[in-house]
């Protein structure tokens, strides 16, 4: 199949391939079950329909492909530059992926992303900006921008248990819990102050729902 400039109804920005985007979406749904112990909750709260700009906590290499791969609809997310190289770049651009500049705001991406959302789709954004203990203590703008630009409701996804604690042994098939919580919608002021009241609060969010998820799986490890 040749991509086409604009994948209009799909979801998808220029240059992304439908199918390789669905079998990307399968690939990612199935890839660490040999691995882990994947526990996926909450998928129905997923709206079927309309701009969504999804929002989830960043502590490994694994959360971006898991969430993708469970998501029960197409899905354009946020992905470092530095991935975007060789045969891992071409297959990424294909599945619709989009790359950013980490570090400052990257205008191509947002407006790339703004193009998807105005078509109906769904976007994820880490709003962390990079990898770290996935706690949520911190939160960059876009997620927020991206809301006021397009009206998108908001989704927050909790993925705890990829990393490994520290001093830990090596784990035989960890359980990983994929929480996807309530759709929500932000209102987002005019300005930079509207814009970073916006951010906190969709960052408490989140953090919220990373706490509860942290919370449930210690009451099963006391239980165990």
């Given amino acids: 199949m040749t991509p086409v400039s604009r994948q209009v109804g799909q979801g998808l920005p220029p240059g992304a391939v439908p199918w390789l985007h669905d079998l990307g979406r399968f690939i990612g749904r199935w890839l660490y079950r040999p691995a882990y112990r994947v526990r996926v909750r909450g998928v129905e709260r997923v709206p079927r329909t309309g701009p969504v700009v999804l929002v ?4 490994t290499m694994i959360e971006p492909q898991l969430i ?3 998501l029960p609809r197409r899905s354009v997310f ?5 991935m975007f190289v060789g045969v891992a770049g ?3 651009r294909r599945i619709g992926q989009v790359p950013v500049r980490r570090g400052t705001p990257d205008r191509t991406a947002l407006a790339t992303l703004t193009e998807v959302l105005a078509d109906g ?4 954004v880490f709003p962390e900006g990079t990898r770290g203990a996935g706690d949520v203590d911190r939160a960059q703008q876009g997620a927020a921008w991206l809301v006021r630009k397009a009206g998108a409701v908001v989704l927050p996804v909790a993925v705890r248990g990829t990393l490994r604690p520290p001093g830990s042994r090596r784990r035989l098939r960890p359980v990983v819990d994929v929480v996807v919580g309530e759709p929500f919608t932000l209102d987002v002021g005019k300005g930079r102050a509207g814009l970073s009241q916006a951010t906190e609060q969709l960052r408490d969010t989140l953090a919220a729902l990373v706490r509860a998820v942290d919370d449930e799986r210690a009451r099963r490890d006391r239980d165990i």
């Fill in 121 to 124: 789709g769904l976007v994820g």
């Fill in 78 to 82: 946020l992905v470092k530059e530095e």
């Fill in 68 to 70: 993708f791969g469970m």
């Fill in 90 to 92: 071409w297959g990424l």
């Fill in 56 to 59: 989830a906590n960043h502590s």
